[in-house]
């Protein structure tokens, strides 16, 4: 069965630095990847996709992900965070046929002044 | 379109009771899923359907059921409530138009048993 490791639970970052939301995921296939956002008490937004091609992909909110098949990674970036963006970040991936996905555990985002 | 909609969005339930929350869609998608949401854990699969009149379970199906007589309803029905039901639930669709496991989620129902 397919798993997908969010190995930070909570990661602090000043506003202006830089991001990095790590993800790795275990699929024998070629997966198709996903990063959504929640903020708090609000549903689940697509931030961004990978299905073929181009390995690094461009999200909304200035957000970017790099595919790694060498090291089964997805890992999410952002230059410069904004207080806005403190939120919870899921990865997740698609299962083989059957047009569902296997979430991570999610990485609590906190930005700090 | 109004997208994934959920109904109730808020639900409080003694154990032992019965309910239903809906869930309907009306972007013509064939894939339906229901997934619940706890502290720590993420999202986890309840059911899921591919078309009509065809569903399957997920990784946590117990205590749980479902039934997809139309494209546009998925409800899930819970059949005798227990506190360890408390989440946040979400329905979701998808279709093969751009890749079938992009899922177009629902607002969520937040049910808290007691």
């Known amino acids: 069965a397919q798993s997908v490791t969010q190995p930070d639970i909570h990661i602090t970052v000043s506003e202006g630095a830089s991001l990095e939301l790590r993800c790795n995921y275990s699929y024998g296939a070629t997966p198709y990847l996903f990063w959504y956002v929640q903020s708090p008490g609000q549903g689940l937004q697509l931030l961004l996709k990978y299905f073929s091609g181009d390995t690094l992909v461009q999200g909304i909110k200035g957000f970017e992900a790099e595919f790694k098949r060498s090291q089964s990674s997805f890992n999410l970036r952002k230059p410069s965070v904004h207080w806005s963006d403190a939120a919870e970040y899921f990865c997740a991936v698609g299962e083989g046929g059957y047009s569902t996905l296997t979430f991570g555990k999610g990485t609590m985002l906190l930005v700090s002044p | 379109n109004a997208g994934v909609t959920q109904t109730p969005k808020f639900q409080v339930l003694k154990t032992g009771q019965s309910m239903t929350l809906q869930c309907a869609q009306d972007?013509?998608?064939?894939?339906m899923s229901w997934y619940r949401q706890d502290p720590g854990m993420g999202l986890r699969l309840i059911h899921y359907s591919v078309g009509a009149g065809i569903t399957d379970q997920g990784e946590v199906p117990n205590g749980y059921n479902v039934s997809r007589s139309t494209t546009e309803d998925f409800p899930l029905r819970l059949l005798s409530a227990a506190p360890s039901q408390t989440s946040v639930y979400f329905c979701?669709?998808?279709?093969?138009?751009?890749?079938?496991?992009?899922?177009?989620f629902g607002p969520g129902t937040r049910l808290t048993v007691t």
């Open positions: 972007m013509n998608h064939e894939y």
């Open positions: 979701a669709s998808s279709y093969e138009g751009t890749g079938p496991y992009e899922q177009y």
